[in-house]
């Protein structure tokens, strides 16, 4: 352990960590994360561009969560590098807090887009015939340019302050705007978890409730559906909620002063902000490989013998869709973009 946690002197965290050899583990967990991630992500972008031309096939924000997950995946080496130094975070104060600009920024993109999605699916199955703005909007680059414009404020205090190791609350002889700027920083990071986690549960609950009221249709899509749903709010509560329930109690045992039972927490933490990172690898798996059309142009690319083969597919046509009755009509839905 260093010495920063056997002193007693928690005012000043100069980031060792507390226990090599976890940091070793998590160093490689987050190589082989880039490793894999990086060239799924390459592809999928270029597929998304060049092949699939998403900005005519209605996914621009299915595009958006890939570029913000590639994003965040290029930050990955020099966390690894960090941790194999015996380091939490970079030493070197602009490239600590433009690392934490760059994780916050793209995390909370992905997670503002992926809860657009959810709740362009949500009107489509539950207020069939009601306008639906989202839907509207995502043939334009436009929504998706005021997501990340509105990103930008709420991860710029992470750059106006000169800060510990990129650290937050809980030190002492602090000033009142550094109270003020660390504050804000963790009102952003619980905020853009918690409450799209709150949104989706309610427009999953709705959705699958609808699927299953449904008596026209085929079985087995419906229940292809229900589970494509479904999986959603399980992937984020998996890749997200961990680490910010450990961020909570982080932040108490500071508060608290409890200057043991802190270092146990700062590794739980840190090991749960790693294995968020596997959403970079979930995301196209999830949303992109779901939706046929772009599923047979990926395969067409790079694996065009096993296009050619009987391949299992969420649907028989260009376009995922489940069937509702709606003022006496019979309408289709789809529920994934493709």
């Known amino acids: 352990m260093t010495n920063s946690g056997l002193n007693g002197n928690f005012s000043i965290d100069h980031c060792n960590t507390t226990n090599n050899v976890t940091y070793q583990i998590l160093s490689w967990v987050m190589i082989g994360e880039f490793v894999f991630g990086l060239p799924l992500n390459l592809s999928v972008l270029y597929i998304f561009i060049f092949r699939f031309k998403f900005w005519k096939t209605n996914s621009v924000f299915l595009f958006n969560i ?3 997950d590639f994003l965040l995946m290029v930050c990955l080496p020099a966390k690894a590098y960090s941790y194999q130094r015996g380091l939490r975070r970079s030493q070197n104060q602009s490239l600590c807090k433009a690392m934490l600009f760059m994780l916050l920024l793209n995390r909370g993109a992905s997670i503002a887009f992926l809860t657009t999605l959810s709740i362009d699916r949500f009107f489509n199955v539950v207020h069939l ?3 639906n703005c989202v839907k509207f909007l995502r ?3 436009l929504i998706s340019l005021l997501i990340w414009l509105f990103l930008l404020p709420l991860t710029i205090p992470t750059l106006v302050r000169n800060f ?4 937050s609350h809980g030190r002492t002889n602090e000033a009142t705007d550094h109270i003020i700027t660390d504050t804000f920083r963790e009102v ?3 905020t853009q978890i918690l409450i799209p986690f709150i949104i989706l549960v309610y427009c999953t609950v709705r959705i699958v409730h609808r699927l299953r009221r449904k008596t026209v249709g085929d079985k087995t899509k419906l229940r292809r559906a229900v589970f494509l749903v479904m999986s959603v709010v399980l992937f ?5 909620l961990p680490c910010t329930m450990a961020r909570a109690v982080l932040l108490a045992v500071r508060l608290l002063k409890m200057e043991e039972v802190e270092i146990i927490v700062v590794q739980v933490y840190d090991s749960l902000m790693v294995l ?3 959403d970079c690898l979930l995301d196209p798996l999830l949303y992109c490989f779901c939706c046929s059309g772009f599923r047979d142009a990926y395969l067409e690319a790079f694996c065009p013998a096993v296009l050619l083969k009987s391949v299992p597919d969420f649907s028989n046509s260009r376009r995922t869709t489940t069937t509702t009755n709606s003022g006496g009509r019979i309408v289709n839905v789809p529920l994934v973009q493709k």
């Open 66 to 68: 890939v570029v913000a």
């Open 129 to 131: 015939g009601k306008r």
């Open 139 to 141: 043939k334009s680059p």
């Open 164 to 167: 510990e190791c990129c650290n």
């Open 188 to 190: 952003v990071f619980f």
């Open 236 to 240: 984020f509560s998996i890749c997200f």
């Open 276 to 278: 968020s990172y596997i």
